[in-house]
């Protein structure tokens, strides 16, 4: 079955960077395109970052210039290099895909920027 396992996440302080990654398994990942979605307490799940299965990235404005997402095919992983991290990019990330019309996610994992 499709698995998507985050980690990376941890508590930084504003300016700091984190990398987090996504291991996938249980279908063709180099098929699929993939997301880094987050949610913050209270606020609804909203899209970060995306890469298509030929590496096409694109990004929500609150982070271009800050993060990158990245893939590697050959490990079934993507990346999401965090950069000058802010304290409202606090918040639970999730690794997402689609795949034949369903939203496959990760358990999250817990990213705090604090002073």
């Known amino acids: 079955q499709v698995q998507l396992v985050e980690s990376g996440g941890g508590l930084v302080q504003p300016g700091g960077s984190l990398k987090l990654s996504c291991a996938a398994s249980g279908f063709t990942f180099s098929s699929y395109a993939m997301s880094w979605y987050r949610q913050a307490p209270g606020k609804q799940r909203e899209l970060v970052a995306s890469i298509t299965k030929g590496g096409r990235t694109d990004y929500a404005d609150s982070v271009k210039g800050r993060f990158t997402i990245s893939r590697d095919n050959a490990k079934n992983m993507v990346y999401l290099q965090m950069n000058s991290l802010k304290p409202e990019d606090t918040a639970v990330y999730y690794c997402?895909?689609?795949?034949?019309?369903?939203?496959?996610w990760g358990q999250g994992t817990q990213v705090a920027v604090s002073s």
């Open positions: 997402n895909t689609y795949i034949k019309g369903f939203a496959a």
